[in-house]
């Protein structure tokens, strides 16, 4: 939610009323879950501890949100490349800065052989092929398109534990993920996914906007030549 309403009031982007309902209804699905959770006895504890874990939790989505707005309006108008090097970059200080303060002793007592290391370098060739994406979801869709889709990402993990480490399941998670699949159909079918290329921001024709990859002004460049061709055509004719 923090997505869409960034993008409306900021970007001025204007949702479909089927794209509302999928949200909606993703947004039940995921209620589903957490009651599962709750049922389970998984969201149990200290009352104070679970407080704060679902303020950081919140903070989390909030801040991630906000992230993915902006990485749609930067890569709207400059180059992939550009957008993930200067992420890259600050990334690296942010977290260097963060982990030095926060997980020093953690770095201290690990342990570090040839299975962390291919853990580490699969896990960082994972997030760098995740994130290389990401740029073009933008251009081709939007945040909202990108942060939906995520919802899907803890049920995968879940069939991987379940066959894996033989995890149980309570029988609301499979309500629950028909639920989100059910939205996610109606805001990406019923909500013209493609046509949200276009970005409100960038003006009329796109003008303002980069011509890359998966971009809206790409598309008009291409179909501007297009009618050209054709219409010189015409005129040969």
């Known amino acids: 939610m923090v ?24 947004i ?6 957490i009651g599962s959770d709750h049922l389970n006895g998984i969201n149990g504890g200290d009352p104070a501890t ?16 906000l992230s993915n707005v902006f990485e749609e309006w930067f890569v709207s108008k400059r180059p992939v490349y550009e957008v993930l090097g200067f992420m890259g970059v600050f990334g ?3 977290n260097g800065i963060t982990a030095a303060i926060f997980d ?13 290391a291919g853990y580490i370098v699969g896990f960082t060739l994972a997030l760098t092929l995740f994130y290389s994406i990401a740029p073009i979801v933008f251009r081709m869709a939007s945040a909202a398109f990108y942060n939906i889709s995520l919802l899907t990402v803890g ?13 149980s399941v309570h029988f609301m998670y499979p309500i629950a993920f028909v639920l989100i699949i059910i939205g996610l159909l109606i805001y990406f079918l019923m909500g013209t996914t493609l046509g949200e290329s276009k970005k409100p921001w960038l003006g009329e024709n796109q003008e303002e906007g980069h011509s890359g990859i998966g971009s809206a ?19 040969r004719v």
């Open 92 to 94: 690296i200080i942010i």
């Open 155 to 167: 049920f995968w993990g879940t069939i991987i534990g379940i066959r894996v480490f033989g995890y």
């Open 3 to 26: 997505v869409v309403i960034i993008s409306f009031f900021i970007l001025r982007v204007r949702y479909r009323w089927t794209q509302i309902l999928g949200i909606l209804i993703c």
């Open 50 to 65: 679970k407080s704060k874990g679902n303020g950081f939790a919140v903070a989390g989505a909030t801040f991630y949100g």
């Open 104 to 116: 020093r002793g953690q770095f201290a007592n690990a342990t570090w052989d040839g299975d962390v």
């Open 217 to 235: 002004k790409k598309k008009a460049i291409k179909e501007a030549r297009h009618n050209v061709v054709v219409a010189d055509g015409a005129d």
């Open 28 to 33: 039940g699905g995921v209620g589903i879950l």
